[in-house]
């Protein structure tokens, strides 16, 4: 892992680059992850470098003070812009709670911006209550319900689903939470007219935290955005179907 100072944090990335000439790719993951969830995608970098960070809080990066929600939210997208800036980085890939950041990434820097590639997110990311009360006072049990049927994964094999629920669990309640929370806080769809650079909706077809009607409306609302659906995938579309993600991310890249 590289490493990045900024604002008074440091932020942990890694890059992978084999010798593509295209635009590269910062990927960034969702609520409780990490970066390990886009290992599959440096399988790409033979065609454009592939750049995945580990959001403040989350992995190997530190840990910030500030409250849940569109101060969460700068603060991560700060951590994405740092990054973007460190590896020239002109495309934002982002994952759930990391689609809400790449949006905001757009939306408010000032960045050499190509490309948005908005995977298994939304322009409003609201939370079950349910949910939030699991992760306020049983974060066992938010950790199973998040893991059943539908959610992250489709059908995915056994240990997929141990190495996400015990990546969920080193990240902790207290980040996790937070990030859920920012996600049921975060709402730009009055927004989304104003992203000017071409962007990809991509959705796993069981996703049931956010289904492809999500994406529907990027591509409705988006003056350039394409939809593509993952096939036998959910949530983590990117880790369950890398091969079927890989090849959407890659055409739309070469597009770019």
């Known amino acids: 892992m590289e490493r990045i100072t900024h604002h ?28 390990e969830v886009w290992k599959a995608q440096a399988r790409l970098s033979d065609r454009f470098p ?23 939210l700068g603060a991560y997208a700060d951590d994405v812009a740092a990054v973007m800036d460190a590896t020239g980085a002109t495309v934002v890939c ?39 009360g699991w992760l ?14 539908d959610r ?17 669990r080193a990240c902790g309640r207290a980040v996790t939470e937070r990030d859920f929370r920012t996600c049921h806080r975060f709402d730009v769809r009055d927004r989304l007219v104003e992203i000017d650079v071409p962007a990809l909706a991509v959705v796993g077809e069981h996703d049931r935290l956010t289904p492809p009607a999500y994406h529907d409306y990027f591509a409705d609302e988006i003056a350039d955005c394409e939809r593509a659906v993952i096939e036998d995938a959910a949530h983590l579309a990117m880790i369950e179907q890398p091969a079927a993600f890989n090849a959407a991310v890659g055409a739309f890249v070469d597009r770019l």
């Open 8 to 35: 008074g944090r440091e932020t942990a990335y890694r890059v992978s680059d084999r010798g593509g000439d295209g635009p590269a790719v910062c990927c960034v993951h969702g609520s409780g992850g990490s970066s």
């Open 50 to 72: 592939v750049v995945s960070l580990d959001l403040s809080g989350h992995g190997e990066s530190d840990d910030l003070d500030a409250d849940p929600g569109y101060e969460t």
């Open 94 to 132: 982002g994952n759930s709670l990391g689609g809400a950041v790449a949006q905001w990434v757009a939306l408010e820097h000032d960045v050499a911006l190509d490309g948005l590639v908005l995977a298994g997110t939304g322009a409003k990311l609201a939370v079950l209550e349910d949910l939030l």
């Open 136 to 149: 306020a006072t049983d974060f066992d049990r938010a950790v199973s319900f998040l893991h059943g049927e």
């Open 152 to 168: 992250l994964f489709h059908d995915a094999p056994d240990e997929y689903v141990e190495h996400s629920a015990a990546t969920m």
